[in-house]
């Protein structure tokens, strides 16, 4: 089983639509999550670190669920320039690595 | 520019040959990772430096690759007798001080083995 595993989409949505991902992670001891968001054949970029309670940043939620170990990402109102792949990353207690998931792409459609 | 940098931005090489690819992290950032991506899969761990110590390394990481850090600021990626499997995109990232920080990735080199 891979230690992060993401639904790879892709997911087409017109603009001014809401998406959510999903993110599944395999170590109940990881420690810390984040999604990145990668442009094509550019690096990627951190998105937001996403916090046990939950946080948000304009139009973008993440949300975290220990219990059954997967992350959310939250889209609402769709914007062209969200086009990408956002990847989950998750860093394990027990060591440094950090571990990314497949990615989900998202294409937002006017 | 003060975030991360790559040399080269892309590199063509008959199999066999040896390249060597660089990266100069963010100032004072003591951590720095080296990642490898191929298309449709997400960054895949292959080694990370504290300083000039290196910490971790891949388990997937073959004999022919090699990695250093020698004063703790820049790094560098060696792969030996290439083969067109290794064929990727290779990423470099720095982060502060803690594993838990936010990664800082620099814009990657292309390798394409032929």
């Known amino acids: 089983r891979k230690e992060v595993e993401q639904d790879p989409g892709p997911f087409n949505v017109p603009e001014g639509a809401t998406v959510a991902f999903n993110c599944t992670y395999s170590?109940?001891?990881?420690?810390?999550f984040f999604w990145y968001r990668q442009d094509c054949r550019k690096e990627p970029k951190l998105l937001m670190s996403v916090y046990s309670s939950g946080n948000e940043d304009g139009r973008f939620t993440a949300q975290l669920n220990r219990a059954s170990q997967y992350i959310s990402l939250l889209i609402r109102d769709s914007k062209l320039s969200d086009s990408a792949t956002y990847l989950c990353v998750v860093n394990f207690i027990t060591g440094n690595q950090f571990y990314f998931g497949t990615g989900t792409s998202l294409t937002v459609i006017p | 520019d003060t975030g991360v940098s790559q040399n080269p931005r892309h590199k063509i090489t008959k199999r066999g040959q040896n390249v060597t690819f660089r990266c100069d992290p963010i100032s004072e950032h003591n951590r720095l990772y080296w990642y490898r991506q191929t298309l449709g899969q997400g960054p895949e761990f292959l080694t990370y430096?504290?300083?000039?110590?290196?910490?971790?390394k891949s388990r997937l990481l073959s004999d022919r690759f090699s990695a250093e850090r020698p004063k703790g600021s820049f790094s560098t990626l060696e792969i030996q007798r290439t083969e067109q499997g290794d064929s990727a995109m290779y990423l470099c990232a720095s982060t502060p001080f803690s594993g838990t920080d936010t990664q800082y990735f620099g814009p990657g080199t292309r390798l394409t083995v032929l």
């Open positions: 430096f504290q300083n000039e110590a290196q910490l971790e």
């Open positions: 170590n109940s001891a990881s420690q810390s």
